[in-house]
């Protein structure tokens, strides 16, 4: 494949670029969701002398923590920070998944897969303005592919120590990443005729390089026994929770969902598998499969679904739906023996496909009224305004509702190591006596599991729909014996 890239190519990507920041920056005061308020409090905490793990439980990977305490030392500790810094990381990583593609496909199939790929990032219905590690890890995925690709004899073993370097970087933001290891590995055995186990070792002393380099962090601050207890047995022990039966109905519901909202990823999954079995040495494919395939076993059979797993497939998925629309380019070439009338009939096609994506997925109401607007981000967003208004000089603050983000936008610490109601065990009215709050958040569960301590201690400032916020009656609060 010819890898010149043309002036006019240049045009079109800066075109599709820019068009993709412009709608993003629509978002950038869009409320951080859950797990955006812990990484984005654990790295204000950070930036005060704590550690995550030692002196704030987490069981999330640590480098997205660093991620948000880089944005916030060139930007600003704010929310609006953490959205500009996505917008310019994704712009980084945009131009290194073209790189990568374009190793294998011609100027106008690498510019679609681009389309394709920004087109369905940009989906809010699966978090894709968010700045969650889903988004995260692909920069690092993408950089670790073109070593894993490159045809440079000479370099293989340099390449493939460097493939699992970063795959260990992407597996220490988000650990679904460590499924690119397997990618990598079957890759090795399927296309490399000879010195397999020798480049399989190569690659796996890259990612143990990492994995050595995190832990002697660790140690040096004295949280090696934290930080593998809290990441690994935590999460281990949440997988068996996995419940098959009621994943399999939320998988069908959600996945039909998907499919319905981003049709042609589908359909080039599909046409991506009829492709591999017809002719299994199209390198490209097969990576764009198998890491779609391990990615969705790991969205199966995980105890927690959240939509924006999805957005892991995205890149693998716009590549294949990219390739079936060239294959029905090539196809009505063939029939009408016109080039023009078959340009024109895929680009028809493309057009229909992205009306209907924006229709569907209610681009349009989400950009004019923002309808998400009554989501409980929203209500955590106006506590911590409300709570601003009348900030002291140092004020107590306990958010038991699992909303951490209140805690980052107040810029106060919680009170317990625990950011969220587990896996700490006490309960709102066994705190000591000594134990005083100004104000404290509950969710409609807590606040009719603690009403009369509420009560007698609290006065209610305001109620949502999800979330309650309560202040003290006075300097002390009693307990409810």
């Not at 022990?237 to 990823?265: A, E, H, S, V």
């Not at 957005?311 to 023009?340: D, G, H």
């Not at 009939?345 to 009554?374: G, Q």
Request: with cysteine.
């Amino acid at each position: 494949m010819e890898n010149k890239i043309y002036k006019s190519e240049l045009y079109f990507i800066f075109i599709l670029l820019i068009l993709s920041i412009i709608y993003r920056m629509f978002f950038i005061y869009m409320p951080l969701d859950r797990e955006e308020g812990t990484y984005a409090y654990i790295a204000e905490r950070i930036e005060k002398g704590e550690l995550p793990y030692k002196d704030i439980f987490v069981n999330k990977q640590p480098f997205i923590f660093y991620i948000y305490k880089t944005a916030f030392k060139f930007l600003g500790t704010s929310y609006e920070a953490i959205r500009i810094f996505t917008n310019f990381y994704i712009l980084v990583m945009l131009l290194v998944f073209y790189s990568f593609i374009r190793e294998f496909f011609n100027k106008w199939l690498s510019l679609l897969i681009l389309f394709f790929f920004i087109m369905h990032l940009n989906n809010h219905n699966i978090h894709g303005l968010n700045s969650n590690t889903e988004i995260f890890i692909f920069l690092p995925v993408f950089v670790a592919y073109i070593f894993l690709c490159s045809t440079v004899d000479k370099y293989f073993h340099i390449n493939l120590f460097l493939t699992g370097f970063f795959i260990g970087i992407a597996t220490f933001i988000k650990l679904i990443a460590a499924f690119i290891l397997f990618v990598a590995l079957i890759y090795i055995l399927k296309y490399f005729k000879k010195n397999k186990i020798k480049y399989i070792l190569w690659l796996f002393s890259g990612f143990i390089t990492l994995v050595i380099l995190l832990f002697l962090w660790c140690i040096k601050n004295n949280m090696l026994k934290e930080f593998i207890e809290y990441t690994f047995f935590y999460n281990f022990n949440n997988l068996l929770r996995f419940d098959l039966k009621n994943t399999f109905f939320i998988l069908i519901k959600n996945g039909w969902i998907f499919i319905k909202t981003n049709l042609i990823l589908f359909v080039g999954f599909l046409y991506g598998l009829y492709l591999f079995f017809k002719n299994k040495k199209i390198k490209i494919i097969f990576l764009s499969l198998l890491s779609s395939l391990l990615f969705f076993i790991y969205i199966s059979f995980s105890p927690n679904y959240y939509p924006l797993y999805y957005l892991v497939l995205i890149p693998f998925l716009s590549i294949l739906s990219a390739i079936f629309i060239n294959e029905f380019y090539l196809f009505l070439c063939k029939k009408t023996n016109n080039k023009k009338i078959a340009v024109s009939l895929a680009i028809i096609a493309v057009v229909i496909y992205s009306l209907y994506f924006i229709k569907i997925n209610n681009f349009l109401n989400f950009i004019k009224s923002n309808y998400k607007t009554k989501d409980i981000y929203y209500e955590a967003k106006a506590i911590a305004e409300i709570i601003n208004l009348n900030k002291k000089e140092k004020q107590n603050i306990l958010v038991f509702a699992n909303e951490p983000e209140i805690y980052f936008y107040t810029h106060t610490q919680s009170p317990f190591k625990y950011i969220y109601n587990y896996p700490a065990s006490y309960k709102l009215n066994e705190l000591n006596d000594e134990f005083i709050l100004d104000f404290l958040i509950v969710d409609l569960i807590s606040d009719n599991e603690y009403k009369v301590f509420l009560e007698k201690n609290f006065k209610k400032v305001v109620e949502f729909k999800n979330l309650i916020l309560y202040e003290s009656k006075g300097d002390k609060n009693e307990k409810n014996k």
